[in-house]
């Protein structure tokens, strides 16, 4: 019970439930799930596949990994780690950047006992204590057990991840799902490490808190183990077998722990101005203000709405302002390269004397077709190269591609510094507009000399 194995997936539920509370999602919320890269750490789903946009809710009943990784990654390895901690995890020998982002694919170690604790904190809307072995004397004062415990995410977090926990769409295990879930709901999450050496399931209903751990003790691997085709079917034998109370068939909602909040019906983030459809959903009391939807844009257009149209160069009356969803653009990219249409955005009136004054956008440096020479630290590593875009708007955001590869976007101060292998590059960079800029360069490392 207490030996410490590979946690796979089963730990995302909390982070999902922290990454509410700390107003990065909603379960509506879409997180890309496209190839991302940090340095040189890419995390890939468990079928290769990516979806694009997937909401937090999709996410986790999928158990997708990049979506996963990337809100680890805005949420801080740190604050999870100590998560981890504070909720009782005793097998962290390591510090948190020796895990690294794939603390949460399973990177570190758990046992048994501790993953029936965390579950049980869950449940137990987000006050987590140490589970104790009852004894007979103990049984009369049972009730007294979870009163001293420590409030780590809010109940109303907790009870929006349990709500995704008891979802159905489990691949490989429907067959069960559909077998229990009428009788009996039960929030739950599976997992299987690297190699296939351990599988997991943990199961939690208001009652009951199960966790089962199918594995060989030597920790050989065996292709037949999978968490949710090997240990989830356990799981519900002996859930089956527990005792249940009608009253309790599943968690009561904290009513005083949520509160409305208005969101943007596509993207799941806080509704601004500029989306098009919203809806009202429950939402964590105390969270923190959820981002606004960052993709839905005002822009004008002429009255056939087939160019963007601005100050410069509209006709009073023949404009009018829609509103128009800009995908992220590796996620745009992503999308168009799987062929999915998207929506166009419409180029800007090329009779606008603003743009007749040439492209508002630059790359600075490098220069067309210069030839960098990069020299060595004093510690012997090569330097970065700061790549440096100059906009006439000040507040502009601009995309940045080398190679045809997706680096990030800057906003006012448009600066990357970054490690260049040798070899001829292409930069390129886009800004919302639809301005572009692209230079080649070549990169040579300097000897040691
Ligand atoms: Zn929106
Ligand atoms: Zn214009």
Not at 34 to 62: I, M, W
Not at 240 to 248: G, R, T
Not at 381 to 403: E, G, K, M
Request: proline share 7%; hydrophobic share 40%.
């Amino acid at each position: 019970v207490k030996a410490a194995r590979s946690s796979g997936s089963i730990l995302k539920p909390f982070l999902y439930a922290l990454a509410m509370d700390d107003g990065l999602i909603l379960p509506q919320t879409v997180i890309r799930d496209v190839p991302t890269y940090f340095g040189s750490y890419s995390p890939t789903n468990a079928d290769q596949k990516f979806s694009g946009l997937v909401s937090a809710r999709e996410a986790l009943v999928r158990s997708l990994n990049v979506p996963a990784v990337r809100l680890l990654n805005a949420y801080g390895l740190y604050s999870f780690y100590r998560f981890l901690q504070d909720a009782g995890v005793s097998t962290l020998f390591r510090p948190p950047d020796d895990y690294g982002l794939p603390l949460i694919l399973g990177g570190a170690e758990v046992n048994l006992w501790d993953l029936a604790q965390l579950f049980r904190g869950l449940g137990n809307y987000g006050v987590f204590s140490d589970l104790q072995v009852l004894e007979r004397k103990d049984l009369k004062r049972k009730n007294s057990y979870f009163s001293s415990g420590k409030s780590l995410i809010s109940p109303g977090a907790c009870y929006l991840v349990l709500n995704i926990l008891r979802e159905l769409k489990r691949p490989g295990a429907e067959y069960y799902w559909q077998q229990y879930q009428n009788q009996w709901q039960i929030a739950w999450k599976t997992g299987t490490s690297y190699g296939q050496r351990d599988a997991w399931a943990v199961g939690v209903s208001p009652q009951w808190t199960i966790a089962v751990w199918v594995g060989n003790f030597d920790g050989e691997p065996n292709p037949e183990i999978k968490g949710a085709s090997c240990a989830g079917p356990l799981l519900f034998d002996l859930f089956n077998l527990l005792p249940k109370d009608a009253a309790k068939s599943w968690f009561a909602e904290p009513s005083a722990n949520l509160s409305p909040v208005k969101i943007c019906l596509e993207t799941g983030f806080r509704a601004g101005a500029d989306c098009p459809h919203t809806t009202v959903v429950e939402a964590p009391m105390g969270m923190k203000p959820l981002k606004q939807c960052p993709y839905h844009k005002s822009v004008f257009v002429t009255s056939d709405e087939r160019y963007q149209v601005c100050s410069l160069c509209w006709e009073s009356g023949h404009r009018h302002k829609i509103s128009l969803l800009f995908y992220p653009p590796d996620v745009a990219q992503y999308l168009r390269e799987r062929g999915q249409v998207l929506a166009s955005i419409p180029p800007h009136n090329p009779a606008c004397p603003g743009l007749q004054a040439g492209n508002p956008m630059q790359i600075v440096y490098p220069g067309q077709n210069a030839r960098l020479w990069i020299p060595r630290d004093i510690d012997g590593r090569f330097q970065q190269v700061t790549l440096r875009v100059a906009h006439r708007q000040p507040a502009s955001t601009i995309f940045w591609y080398i190679d045809n590869r997706y680096l990030g976007e800057t906003k006012e101060n448009h600066v990357k510094a970054l490690t260049i292998p040798a070899g001829w590059h292409t930069l390129e960079v886009v800004d919302r507009m639809g301005n572009r800029d692209r230079r080649r360069f070549f990169v040579a490392l300097k000897k040691r000399s």
